[in-house]
C-alpha cells in the first residue's frame, strides 16, 4: 500500500460503450485503487463525438441516459456513489460533480491515470502532477503512434507508458516500433472478490466478443495483420465434431450469416448482446463457465506481444482455466495447469481434453495464478511504485 492517500483521476471509456467486460476493467481501475486507500474520480469526455452505445436499439445514440444509469449503479454498488464526471458535448452538458469541482480534484490530483486512451486531453484533465498512459491494445497502438502524428502527440501528453503487451518492452516483439517510449509491462487489475461465487465446475467453454472489426488491420514487415476474429474462428469450425459432448460456446456480436453456419457445426452460438448488456449477467455467464476458450488477433498471436485480455484475466479470478490462442504470454505467466497456451486446432482439442479429465484441479489452479499475477492491489501498488508514487 502506499505511504500516504493519493488523489487520482481515472479517465476512461464506460457510459459510452456500458457492456459488461468494458464496465469491469473500469471499475477494476477505480475499485482497486480506492481499496489502496485512494481518492478516486472517474472522468469519461465524449466530445461531440463519441456517441453513447444504447444495447436497446444496438447502436450509438445521443442520449447517454442508459450509460450513466449503469455506471451510477456500479459505482454505488461498491463504495463509490458520486465519484464521476462525464462530459457530453453532444447534450450540451455535463453529469456527475459539477465541472469547478471536477477542475479542483485534477488540480490537485496526484496521477491523471489514462485508460485505453480514449478521452480528449482537455487542459483540466492534465494538471495532475504526474500523467500516465494504459495501451490496451497492443501493437495496434504502437504503430498508431509510430505512423500517426496526432497519436503520437496524444501518447507524449503522458510521462509514463503502460501496456497490456507484456513482450513489448525493451524491444522484446521485433518489428513492432517503439517510438523510442519506455513501455512498461501492466497486467490487467482484478479486483479478486468481484469474481468469487462460481459454480463448480460449471458448465461449457465460453468467450465473449466481437466477430468483426473495420479498419483494424496493420501491415507490419510487409505483412497484413487481421484484427478479425471471424477469420481465425473459420479455420476451427469443425472443433466441436473433435470434442462429442463438449460444450462450445461462441458468444459474439455481429455474426450475421455466419451464426446458422456454425450453430450446425455445433457451436453454441448466443448474441453477446444479450450477455453483456448488463453488466451483471456478463458476471453471472462467466461464474457459471467451465473455463474460457479464445482466439486472438492476429498482430498479437504472430508477433507473440504478450497480451492478455482483462476478460481472461476474470474468468482465472472465477477459478475458471483459461485455454486462449497463444500471443507468448506464456513467457511471463505459468501455463500448462489452470491456464493453457495454444497454436493450432490439435494444441487446442489437447488444452480442452486436460481440463475435462480434471476441471476443478485446473479451476483451483486459475485462482491462483489470479491472485499471484492479476490482483488489483498488487498490480496497482507496483504501477504507482513505477511512476514514484508508491
Not at 35 to 59: K, N, Q
Not at 128 to 154: A, C, H, L
Not at 173 to 202: C, I, R, T, Y
Amino acid at each position: 500500500m502506499s505511504r500516504r492517500s493519493l488523489r487520482i483521476v481515472v479517465a476512461g471509456f464506460f457510459v459510452g460503450f456500458p457492456l459488461g467486460g468494458q464496465a469491469w476493467m473500469i471499475l477494476h481501475y477505480l475499485l482497486g485503487l480506492s481499496r489502496l486507500g485512494h481518492e478516486v474520480l472517474f472522468v469519461e469526455d465524449a466530445s461531440d463525438w463519441a456517441y453513447p452505445f444504447d444495447p436497446a436499439v444496438g447502436h450509438g445514440v445521443d442520449d447517454s441516459g442508459h450509460g450513466r444509469a449503469v455506471l451510477t449503479d456500479m459505482l454505488a454498488r461498491y463504495g463509490l456513489a458520486g465519484r464521476f464526471f462525464y462530459r457530453s458535448d453532444i447534450e450540451g452538458r455535463t453529469f456527475g460533480v459539477a465541472p469547478d469541482e471536477m477542475r479542483r480534484f485534477c488540480a490537485t490530483a496526484d496521477l491523471f491515470l489514462n485508460v485505453s486512451g480514449v478521452v480528449p486531453l482537455r487542459e483540466e484533465y492534465l494538471t495532475p502532477r504526474v500523467r500516465v498512459f494504459i495501451d490496451t491494445d497492443p501493437v495496434f497502438t504502437q504503430v498508431k503512434v509510430e505512423r500517426d502524428q496526432g497519436m503520437s502527440d496524444y501518447v507524449l501528453a503522458h510521462e509514463h507508458f503502460f501496456t497490456y503487451g507484456l513482450n513489448l518492452p525493451a524491444g522484446g516483439v521485433p518489428g513492432v516500433p517503439l517510438s523510442g517510449l519506455d513501455w512498461k509491462p501492466l497486467a490487467p487489475p482484478v479486483v479478486l472478490d468481484l469474481w468469487e461465487g462460481g459454480v463448480s465446475p460449471g458448465r461449457g467453454y465460453t468467450t465473449i466478443g466481437t466477430w468483426d472489426a473495420k479498419d483494424r488491420d496493420l501491415e507490419i514487415g510487409g505483412r497484413r495483420l487481421s484484427w478479425r476474429k471471424s477469420l481465425k474462428y473459420e479455420a476451427m469450425i469443425d472443433l466441436p465434431a473433435r470434442l462429442p459432448g463438449v460444450e462450445l460456446d461462441l458468444t459474439m456480436s455481429g455474426m450475421k450469416e455466419a451464426a446458422p453456419r456454425f450453430a450446425d457445426a455445433g457451436w453454441i452460438v448466443r448474441d453477446a448482446l444479450a450477455v453483456s448488456a448488463d453488466p451483471r449477467v456478463y458476471r453471472d455467464y462467466i461464474l457459471r463457465s467451465k473455463a474460457h476458450f479464445s482466439l486472438a488477433k492476429d498482430q498479437n498471436v504472430l508477433l507473440k506481444s504478450g497480451w492478455f485480455s482483462d476478460r481472461s484475466a476474470s474468468y482465472l479470478a472465477a477459478g475458471k482455466p483459461v485455454i486462449d490462442e497463444d500471443t507468448g504470454f506464456g513467457a511471463v505467466l505459468p501455463t500448462g495447469e489452470g491456464l493453457f497456451a495454444f497454436e493450432g486446432p490439435d494444441a487446442a482439442v489437447a488444452a480442452i481434453r486436460a481440463v475435462e479429465a480434471d476441471p476443478v484441479r485446473h479451476g483451483r489452479a486459475a485462482r491462483k495464478i489470479a491472485e499471484a499475477h492479476f490482483d488489483a492491489a498488487k498490480v496497482l501498488s507496483g504501477l504507482l511504485a513505477a511512476v514514484g508514487l508508491g
